[in-house]
């Protein structure tokens, strides 16, 4: 499994400290603000993980989360779902491997990818 991973998250602050989590596990980091600029990426490259905010500009985090799992490259690509909306994570689990209702801590996702990693 690739050690890339992609967080496609708008919010500055919170790709900040998902990228910190990741790295310390031993993740290469690429931080992504905008769902089209993650759309282009993910044409480019096949991570090992992908950190995805539902709510993004552009293009949602669900229509990037439904073309990920139509596409074969990423069929071992771990997907988790970042949001403040649990609704909006029930909606879309069965799609994800994992997700994550915001407030999210750096040692939650850090303990969480570390098992990914295994």
Do not use: W
Not at 100 to 116: C, E, H, W, Y
Request: aromatic fraction near 6%.
């Amino acid at each position: 499994m690739s050690n890339l991973a992609f967080i496609i998250e708008d919010d500055v602050d919170l790709s900040t400290i998902y990228a910190d989590a990741l790295e310390s596990v031993g993740y290469k980091v690429e931080r992504i603000k905008d769902g089209l600029k993650a759309q282009e990426r993910l044409r480019e490259e096949t991570p090992g993980l992908i950190l995805l905010d539902m709510h993004l500009p552009h293009i949602s985090g669900g229509d990037l989360l439904t073309e990920i799992r139509n596409d074969e490259r990423f069929s071992s690509t771990n997907v988790i779902l970042t949001t403040a909306d649990a609704r909006m994570a029930e909606a879309y689990e069965e799609l994800a491997d994992f997700v994550m209702v915001k407030p999210i801590s750096f040692v939650q996702l850090r303990d969480l990818t570390a098992r990914l990693r295994k």
